[in-house]
């Protein structure tokens, strides 16, 4: 049974109108109840004579007869006056689905309606008998028909979107299973896709609908037509697929079964190239792609994850309550789904939170590295340190899981003992670090993070350089470093801070640079809870934000810096003579060090450009940009 939608309000109200536009939105048949009503009930009312309750049965149990039909066939929309509530009652008898949209209009406007109204056989007079009769709806979509036909469409659209709330998820893998689960739990009626593949991906959605109670009312599908059918005339579906191929196959497949005004959310971690590509080409067929970055892992996706969504506002704003719904909610009850921007700045805006990530994780294995092998600390001591870290500035998502790993044991070992250090990478850490690379943003922390997992997996290398080289495990068997745990604690306490600069210096160039009006605070609020960065220092640059574009600014941040800077000297020269790996915290100090020069040694570089290019130098008291060439043999 599909849905029968009542365009309401008293005569002048704009039923046809809306109804009619509404209907050519929907792509579902439009019936103007005008048309049904008896000869002798139109005489009655072109000679000014109010239709009574006996007048009008003939006339609804017409309208509802047609109502009935439409209901069974494809729906429709049908614009009635409906005045009161046992016309209602009367006329959504036997419907399954049914909504009500009331047009409300003030006496005035309905007037002035009604006089420019030609070959209408409803006179002027008859207005105040109507507005006498109706008695307004209680449950309506009520739509103050001043507004224009546009505006008075996106309210009934967004509307129907959030009664309706049957959604499509497509891509049952651990993310799209979890996402479901929560939509399900939320009381979304969800229908669910998952494509057949013998042997290995079979009645996925059906095994999704026996296993989980939160899921036990969605409908299953192995069958993409059937799928979108079931998602009436608004189709919204988000999609949790593979990035790249698999999303550019499903995407051709899905297009020409979709009804114009559909709206399809990515939430895969899409290079955000690709995002605007869908988007363009889909908004042919005038099918809007939102760019929805989730972070959070399985638990965040069903928990409640992070969101950060790009594309058109207005389909935005169509599936925020959806979106809003399963998002995680942070320390100051914001929810952790915000609108970025235009374009794929939703998806650009989650690589960036994945390279920080990177960074994070990276430099957490340098510190366990550090006590370690450095300092001689088993798995458990350093969890025990983590665990006081946590109760500190340094709180966040990732030291509590990495304590947590620390303590888990695997046959009576620590597990972290057993597990190859060959690390893997998806994709969006080497994007990103290409992406400041492009925009000339200097991003070294996400680059060596990305370096040291790809040093991991080149085993090969690895073995030939260990049998030409003196063994690391000697070296730092013989002589413990020259630290202490506070002095890690500093620099870690810094380094952090670097990195997370690095992230939002990268967004602030890539937002001049493709014209984003991103707000920092609001990326920094959304990634308080639900996604894999949250920490107490993401709850201090959401705060600094308010007052400043730079991570640097926040005068926390300047504090720790400064501050604790000497600790991180000290600490790479202990290192480096113990001969432990300390990339990312080099990275950070090299960065700052360079920073710090009044004249850098890259005059030199200029020098040698002109020299066998001719590229030009500048003078160092030049303040014109004046370029200088000269000959150099
Ligand atoms: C998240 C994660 C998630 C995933 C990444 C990283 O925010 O929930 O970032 O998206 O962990 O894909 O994966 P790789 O480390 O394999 O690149």
Redesign the pocket.
Known sequence: MQAVYFIMGVSGSGKTTIGSALAQQLRIPFIDADHEHPTENIEKMRMGIPLTDEDRMPWLQKVHARALAASSDNGAVIACSALKQTYRNLLEEHLMKVYWIFLDVDRALLQERIKGRKNHYMPASLLDSQLATLEKPKQAIRVNAKLGVTETLDIIIRSIYIKEKRIGIVGLGVMGKALARNLGSKGWQLSLYNREVKGSEELVAKQCVNDYPELNTALPFNDIHAFVKSLGSLPCIFMMLPAGGVTDHFLNTLAPLLSPGAIIIDGA?AFYADTEKHQEQLLQHNIHVLGCG????EQ?ALEGPALMVSGDKQAYDTVAPLLVSMAAINNSGNSCCAYIGRGGSGHYV?MV??AI??GEMQLLAEIYGLMHNGLQMNAEAIAAIFYEWQKTELHSYLLDITQQILIKQHNHQPILSRISDKA??????AWAAQEAAFLGEPAGMFTTALNARYVSANTGLREWVQQHFTSRDQVVTAQKIAIDIDQIKAVYTLVRIWNHHQGFALITKAAEKYRWDISLASVADVWRAG??IRSSLMDKLAEGFIYTNMVLDIPYCKEVLVSNYHKLVQLIGAATLAEIPTPIINEAYQSILQYKQKKLNTTLIQAQRDFFGAHGFQWDDDTEGIMQHIDWV
């Open positions: 971690n989730v972070s959070g892992g965040g989650k939170h994945n990530e990177y893997s990478s998806k994709g969006t850490g996604c894999i």
